[in-house]
């Protein structure tokens, strides 16, 4: 019998209030600076392991990895700060924006860690890169989208962010499905709500 594959990962998402936030500065972002393929709003996540083409059947193992991990993880404050870059400085292939816990450290990357035994287990391949959490805002940047333009598109994009920090309250981790050629492209297919203090 045939068993279909999903393209799946794990991540972290935004809240709707955060997600509203952001985008009115993405679109200001997007008129100064030529990356050709922005991230959709909704789309907005940290992704905590890409697990790839998986096929339908080990769902409920990966599932209950989550779900074992999550009861037993904290909810954690989590806060954007300024964009950075992955790839070359003349023409990045990423635009991200970093992130920090201001209420505790650590907590983001102690998730990822301890998912990754139960992920293995469940039958996963996992990447072998170290972790960086951060949100893609955009992909493949052309000439013009050097560091000092980032950070001038920032300053002009998101004024209010120093006064009122662009923050939520993590409290679940998300098993998302990839839809190719689709806006938005992200369906949440699962959600396990951390444990509550």
Same mark, same amino acid.
């Given at each position: 019998?045939?068993?279909?594959?999903?393209?799946?990962?794990?991540?972290?998402?935004?809240?709707?209030?955060?997600?509203?936030?952001?985008?009115?500065?993405?679109?200001?972002?997007?008129?100064?600076?030529?990356?050709?393929?922005?991230?959709?709003?909704?789309?907005?996540?940290?992704?905590?392991?890409?697990?790839?083409?998986?096929?339908?059947?080990?769902? @409920?193992?990966?599932?209950?990895?989550?779900?074992?991990?999550?009861?037993?993880? @904290?909810?954690?404050?989590?806060?954007?700060?300024?964009?950075?870059?992955?790839?070359?400085?003349?023409?990045?292939?990423?635009?991200?924006?970093?992130?920090? @816990?201001?209420?505790?450290?650590?907590?983001?990357?102690?998730?990822?860690?301890?998912?990754?035994?139960?992920?293995?287990?469940?039958?996963?391949?996992?990447?072998?890169?170290?972790?960086?959490?951060?949100?893609?805002?955009?992909?493949?940047?052309?000439?013009?989208?050097?560091?000092?333009?980032?950070?001038?598109?920032?300053?002009?994009?998101?004024?209010?962010?120093?006064?009122?920090?662009?923050?939520?309250?993590?409290?679940?981790?998300?098993?998302?499905?990839?839809?190719?050629?689709?806006?938005?492209?992200?369906?949440?297919?699962?959600?396990?709500?951390?444990?509550?203090?």
């Amino acid at each position: 019998m045939y068993m279909s594959n999903l393209r799946l990962f794990i991540g972290v998402a935004l809240s709707p209030s955060l997600t509203e936030r952001i985008s009115p500065i993405m679109d200001r972002l997007a008129s100064e600076l030529p990356f050709r393929k922005w991230t959709h709003p909704e789309d907005l996540h940290v992704t905590l392991h890409f697990l790839g083409d998986t096929p339908e059947d080990r769902v @409920e193992a990966v599932a209950k990895a989550m779900e074992d991990i999550a009861a037993n993880t @904290e909810p954690m404050d989590l806060r954007l700060t300024e964009p950075g870059t992955f790839g070359p400085p003349a023409a990045p292939r990423i635009l991200w924006l970093g992130l920090t @816990e201001p209420s505790r450290q650590g907590g983001l990357a102690r998730l990822q860690a301890e998912l990754a035994p139960k992920l293995a287990e469940a039958g996963c391949r996992l990447e072998d890169r170290p972790f960086r959490a951060h949100l893609t805002l955009a992909r493949q940047g052309g000439a013009g989208c050097t560091r000092a333009a980032i950070a001038a598109a920032w300053q002009t994009a998101a004024p209010e962010a120093a006064a009122k920090p662009l923050e939520w309250t993590a409290d679940r981790v998300t098993l998302f499905l990839s839809h190719l050629g689709k806006r938005p492209s992200y369906e949440k297919r699962r959600e396990f709500p951390f444990r509550r203090s």
